[in-house]
């Protein structure tokens, strides 16, 4: 949604066609975005003019724009489809980017990952064909996570556009 605020104007109709929900679900999403300080909603007075834009990103709502920028061309690059529509995934590419190869070592990166929801998620990936599973035997035989040849450079751009927002 962050994505369609500036090309529809900023207005609620314009913005309802381009996204194609109904009016319930994009005034709720409006307002907590507005509650989250990601917009701003101007009130006919301020807007002063009815072609003006009713909702404006604020400086939060502009930096988290340009990350949902970087990854919606990461996923492009990549090829899978919309990777960021299921929890987890991006996170753990990202985490495999850098080097976090071993399960224990993935989940202790990611923090609040549950083992199930970290395996599923490993799993699905392999399937797809962005992770590369194998077994190292050194220390001790376990099973290596690694990002698949054609996904490191997408994660790679993505983690430099992501880390040049900070």
């Known amino acids: 949604m962050l994505l369609e605020v500036e090309p529809s104007g900023g207005r609620f109709t314009p913005l309802q066609n381009r996204l ?31 072609a003006l834009p009713e909702y404006v990103l604020t400086e939060k709502g502009l930096l988290l724009r340009d990350a949902a920028k970087a990854v919606q061309s990461a996923e492009g690059m990549l090829g899978y489809g919309r990777l960021s529509a299921k929890a987890w995934n991006l996170p753990l590419l ?17 923090g609040q990952v549950t083992p199930r929801m ?49």
């Open 118 to 166: 970290l395996s599923g998620r490993l799993d699905e990936l392999q399937l797809i064909g962005a992770v590369d599973k194998s077994i190292a035997e050194l220390p001790r035989p376990a099973y290596i996570y690694l990002l698949h040849q054609d996904s490191k450079p997408p994660v790679r751009r993505l983690a430099a556009d992501l880390s040049s927002l900070l």
């Open 20 to 50: 194609q929900i109904t009016p319930a679900r994009l005034s709720d999403n409006l307002k907590r975005m507005a509650e989250h300080g990601l917009l701003r909603h101007l009130s006919p007075l301020e807007r002063r003019h009815p």
């Open 94 to 110: 990202l985490a495999l980017h850098y080097e976090h190869t071993r399960f224990q070592d993935i989940r202790f990166a990611l």
